[in-house]
């Protein structure tokens, strides 16, 4: 005779055998004992148990309990739905019981998913960053075959329907990990995230999370920042304004923390977190240093994100950028000029100018070498000297 838990675990693995893979009710039936409440069926997408009844009782309580926790509620027939509150994710299974108050009269549904353990996807997490761009990355299942490919839904709230990743980012190897969205919002709801997949040579298990989407978020860097300083009285006002949400209006859900270093030196000074407060004053400010400002944000309360948010980007203030250019191109000019004087005194004393500045000689023209001929005619052309001849007559003497 085959034990009672052999018996159970075998309907359960023939019931998932069974099981089509996309299934939005299934309630296995393990009980064998007789009971007036009959034909329990789970649409565990939308979290609704419904039932019949042989005998009409005036109000039903129905549980949902997992391995992390439980939730009831109170109706008076069939369907039970859940409350949007309850956020309990499915993919390890789960118990779904309808009992009549004080009545020794229940009935159990017990929820199992489908496909092979080892095969849902893990590391499940998304992030919303730039206000409106969100993205979900995931890995793959430690026993799911290589064929496996896995898709990704979401919905705001129960009453709506699961829109499937429009843009999958994938893997080396074409598997899909990861999924970008654009133009999200953020919803006073907790959003539904489902990732289940399809292989060729096993059935694959679903994953499930209830996310509040403003946890997710990591907040903006606050806008604006200026930082306005003065020696007379010493001190600098910095000011911003609240970081860019979809969702958030109200200028006190926010804290910020400051960070001010001096340039040249590691010390630097941090402001406490202060929720209504959009303006600072920096009183160890010095005229001659150059400072450098961050500002990051986080939420102090309302539905925003507590995490510290991003450093806005690195600025300076204090001594201007620019009267420090200008002194440093007057120095470099005054050096310059006083080089060359330097330079005109000492070959003015030691140098001969002569020497130094003497005609370079041509180099020989080949262009307009005389020829012969022209050497000829220049010679006959040339101007003749005269000469003076004088005459004397010698006479022999005898």
């Known amino acids: 005779m085959i034990e009672t838990p052999r018996l159970i675990c075998m309907i359960w693995w ?24 009959t034909n329990l069926t789970l649409n565990w997408r939308k979290m609704e148990l419904s039932w019949e009844s042989s005998m009409n009782f005036s109000e039903y309580t129905c549980v949902v309990a997992t391995n992390m926790s439980s939730a009831q509620n ?70 799911a075959p290589g064929d496996t490919q896995y898709f990704l839904y979401w919905k705001n709230s129960r009453e709506e329907e699961e829109t499937q990743c429009e843009l999958y980012v994938k893997d080396e190897n074409g598997r899909h990990k990861g999924c970008q969205f654009q133009n999200v919002t953020i919803k006073d709801t907790t959003t539904y995230f489902m990732v289940n997949g399809s ?44 970081p860019l949400t979809s969702h958030v209006e109200n200028k006190d859900c926010f804290q910020y ?25 920096f009183q160890n400010f010095n005229a001659k240093n150059i400072y450098i400002l961050k500002i990051r944000a ?41 080089v060359t004087l330097l330079q005109f005194f000492l070959c003015k004393r030691y140098c001969n100018f002569k020497r130094i500045c003497s005609p370079i000689p041509q180099p020989r023209d080949k262009f307009n070498v ?7 005619k220049e010679y006959i052309n040339a101007p003749k000297k005269a000469y003076n001849e004088d005459i004397i007559v010698v006479e022999e003497m005898i």
């Open 14 to 37: 023939i019931a998932l055998l069974f099981h089509p893979l996309h299934a939005d009710t299934y309630c296995t039936k393990l009980e064998t004992q007789e009971s007036p409440i």
């Open 199 to 242: 292989s060729k040579v096993s059935l694959i298990r679903f994953y499930d999370e209830y996310i509040r989407l403003y946890k997710i978020e990591r907040l903006t860097a606050p806008l604006n920042i200026t930082a306005n300083c003065t020696s007379e009285p010493r001190g600098c006002i910095i000011e911003w304004q609240e």
């Open 74 to 143: 109170t109706v008076k027939s069939s369907p039970c739905h859940f409350s949007t509150k309850v956020t309990l994710p499915l993919h390890n299974g789960a118990k779904f019981t309808i009992a009549v108050p004080n009545m020794n009269i229940s009935k159990t549904c017990n929820f199992f998913p489908g496909g092979m353990p080892g095969t849902a996807i893990r590391n499940f997490s998304c992030v919303i960053y730039n206000v409106s761009l969100m993205n979900c990355t995931w890995s793959a299942g430690r026993d």
């Open 257 to 281: 923390e400051i960070n001010i270093k001096n340039k040249d030196e590691p010390k630097e000074e941090k402001m406490k977190p202060s929720v209504r407060n959009y303006r600072y004053e």
């Open 298 to 338: 986080r939420g102090k309360s309302c539905l925003v994100n507590s995490n510290w948010g991003e450093w806005s980007e690195p600025m300076e203030f204090g001594r201007k950028k620019d009267d420090f250019i200008f002194v440093i191109l007057i120095l470099i000019t005054l050096g310059i000029m006083a």
């Open 370 to 376: 005389l020829t012969d001929e022209d050497m000829q």
